[in-house]
């Protein structure tokens, strides 16, 4: 990783410490908020070279890559054609006149393409603890991709290119469930983001963009957060674990017998309820979310000096302080070394290193060989320029 190109490995870097808190603060609140940073390298975390990979015919094929244009998709044949032999090839020439038009290209998932954008969305989740997905929109001459609408979660729109103007409109429902298209009025605020702003809106919260100049990239990840509702579905699966619960409900019963089983059911429910434990239930969903698994081939010798390692896991897990650990996460069982576990806790609580860094000192080869056993189970990532 070169020296003028700082990893993004969590809140503090993205936003820079001393805004740390104020985007706590709006989170937790639910207020819209543009951060302004010093950061000038947004542009080297997602170039526009890596979107011009992402864009193929199979990516469009695929749904991974959508065109819009005016809020509307735009049909695949207006930039492809069948060759003879059926294969359907994109027409780069037809791409570019569509974006003199006004086009916009949303990338969707960028997170499963993007290493480095891997790493960010891990490290991001494991101090929200909150699932997030990341998806791309470049927009050309005018205009954006969706027209006003509102999103069921929380979104925060990193800038890595160009300009874009934000209109919000507030929200129509407190805390919705649902997102979607909006009617809108005059704007409650308007924002021009640059290379290195940032924005979060929170979930309902009716907005729309445009490109200001020739093009905009940019990148919003969605956090999705537990919701009060979901405890619902969390004592469900506790109770049909008794079979009072997964019993049919006959109509044929006599009324005296539903009506004790009626009664039976309530109490049953009273005592589910007072079971309820909304930290059981963050903890449960910490323990499903599944770490990313990059496979790293090719890194299981010596690494470049300046390469970048850090972990892949979407959560923290509670490792002991010293021995081997085991580490669980959705289904999946991994065991470390002592070796392992130790330097896994360094990098989890640093959020990366370079890898000269590390390997420093009279531990040198005991942690290059933790180092490389971790490689080889997935847990880190592997960052080169």
Sequence with gaps: MADNEAMIDGLSALLQPEKVDSFLAAFAEKRPLKLRTSRDDFAHFFPWAELNRCVSMDSLMSGRVRLMRAGREVPIDLVSRRRDSGERVLLAEALHLLCDQGLSI????????SSKIAALTAAL???????????????????????????????????????KAWKGYGGAEAR??????????????????????????????????????????????????LKACDSLSWLRERGIQDILFREDVSPQEPDAAAARRSTGIRQALHALVDQLDLGDML?????????FRPLNLGFFGPLAPRSWVCPSLRRCPDLPSEGGAEIEADGIRIVLDSAER??????????????????????????????????????????ED
Excluded: C
């Design 106 to 113: 949303q990338l969707i998932g960028l997170h499963n393409l």
């Design 283 to 291: 903890a449960d969903r910490d323990r499903r979310a599944a770490p």
């Design 342 to 383: 130790a330097l896994l806790v360094r990098l989890l609580e640093s959020g990366g290193s370079r890898v000269d860094a590390l390997l420093q000192g009279p531990e040198a080869e005991t942690t290059e060989r933790a180092l490389s056993g971790l490689i080889r189970k997935s847990l880190l990532f592997v960052l």
């Design 176 to 225: 919705p469930l649902k997102g979607g298209i909006a009617r809108i009025e005059q704007p409650s605020w308007v924002e021009e983001l640059q290379p290195g702003d940032l924005l979060y809106l929170p979930r309902g919260e009716v907005h729309q963009a445009a490109v200001v100049g020739e093009r905009s990239l940019h990148l919003t990840i969605g956090i999705h957060t």
């Design 125 to 163: 989740e494991r101090e929200l603890r909150a699932d997030m997905q990341v998806n791309a929109y470049a927009s050309f001459t005018r205009g954006g991709a969706l027209p006003p609408h509102s999103d069921e979660h929380d979104v925060l729109i990193l800038q890595i290119d160009g300009r």
